[in-house]
């Protein structure tokens, strides 16, 4: 192998190492957290059939956060309740699209389960070591019945969990990598 084929090599290897990488430049920067939860409050605010039922409830995450309990959880753990949540929303938000005929609605699901699933990739590339020798239980889910239950549900999580583990996150890698 010559000169130019080795840093060939290199160079594609470097590139899929910085690959893992990416997800976490977004983390130093506020706007995109700030966007997505603008994003999240203007879903609520956007026209849908509120008189729909869904014929069968649809499970969906539970939203409550007690601040002094979420504070003595691992990373781990918080990682693993909210990814298992998002995976319940973004299970839920395909359910709601099978039940709605209305075609301005789906996009509103088509942009949760986007973002969810964006979300859910973010965690798993995060790779949060587990140092607890807690086990993790997951809350019981909430019964959802209306499209405004998975908008409402999508934007507590945002607001809430997902907003401050971004958050503790950021703060921790951005000062470590002085970004």
Same mark, same amino acid.
């Not at 000169?3 to 506020?30: E, H, M, Y």
């Not at 649809?58 to 003595?72: A, F, H, K, M, Y």
């Not at 965690?123 to 019981?140: F, G, I, K, W």
């Given at each position: ?40 409050? %203007? ?5 849908? !059939? ?25 990373? /781990? ?24 005929? !209305? ?7 088509? #942009? +949760?389960?986007? !973002? #969810?699933? #964006?979300?859910? /990739? ?7 070591? %587990?140092?607890?020798?807690? #086990? ?25 969990? +997902? !907003? ?16």
């Amino acid at each position: 192998m010559d000169i130019n084929g080795f840093l060939l090599l290199v160079t594609c290897l470097v590139q899929s190492r910085l690959a893992k990488v990416v997800p976490w430049r977004p983390l130093c920067d506020n706007r995109v957290m700030d966007r997505y939860i603008r994003e999240a409050k %203007d879903l609520l605010k956007a026209p849908c !059939n509120q008189t729909f039922r869904f014929p069968n409830v649809i499970p969906l995450p539970s939203t409550g956060l007690n601040l002094r309990v979420w504070r003595s959880k691992s990373k /781990h753990m918080k990682n693993e309740e909210i990814k298992a949540g998002l995976i319940m929303l973004s299970n839920a938000t395909q359910t709601a699209k099978h039940f709605i005929a !209305n075609g301005s609605t789906k996009p509103l699901l088509d #942009t +949760i389960y986007r !973002n #969810t699933r #964006t979300f859910i /990739h973010m965690l798993q590339l995060m790779d949060v070591p %587990d140092t607890s020798n807690r #086990t993790y239980e997951l809350a019981r889910p909430l019964m959802g019945r209306t499209v405004q239950n998975v908008l409402y549900t999508y934007t507590r999580l945002m607001c809430g969990k +997902i !907003n401050i583990f971004y958050r503790e996150m950021a703060e921790e890698y951005c000062k470590m990598r002085k970004w």
